[in-house]
């Protein structure tokens, strides 16, 4: 089992960062891949970055691209969502998920393990 704690949400101006952190407890954090994915409220969960396990890579959504980076400590058991030049189409509540393995994955049904979840609401 791993367990996953997202947090560093919170509300933004337009314009402004934040930085979530996806912290796991459980079983051996460096063997996992981790996603990031938010959820508007009536819209699916749609996916944000993944990193691979060795953290060497990375894989983005093209709607955050040059925007957002997906980072990892794995001797913190963290992986990290640095979110700047934030729209108010990304406020979302957040959630990272993890899988067991090497790949990196884009679809929900990929992950087996979820946080849950941090409110973001971008102001305008």
């Known amino acids: 089992q791993v367990q996953l704690v997202e947090s560093g949400g919170g509300l933004v101006q337009a314009g402004g960062s934040l930085r979530l952190s996806c912290t796991a407890s459980?079983?051996?954090?460096?063997?996992?891949?981790v996603g990031w994915f938010r959820q508007a409220p009536g819209k699916e969960r749609e996916f944000v970055a993944t990193?691979?396990?060795?953290?060497?890579?990375?894989d983005l959504a093209g709607s955050v691209k040059g925007r957002f980076t997906i980072s990892r400590d794995n001797d913190k058991n963290t992986v990290y969502l640095q979110m700047n030049t934030l729209k108010p189409e990304d406020t979302a509540v957040y959630y990272c998920?993890?899988?067991?393995?090497?790949?990196?994955?884009?679809?929900?049904?990929?992950?087996?393990?979820w946080g849950q979840g941090t409110q973001v609401t971008v102001s305008s």
């Open positions: 998920a993890a899988e067991h393995g090497s790949d990196l994955y884009r679809s929900t049904w990929q992950y087996t393990y």
């Open positions: 459980g079983r051996t954090f460096s063997s996992y891949g």
């Open positions: 990193i691979s396990w060795s953290g060497d890579t990375v």
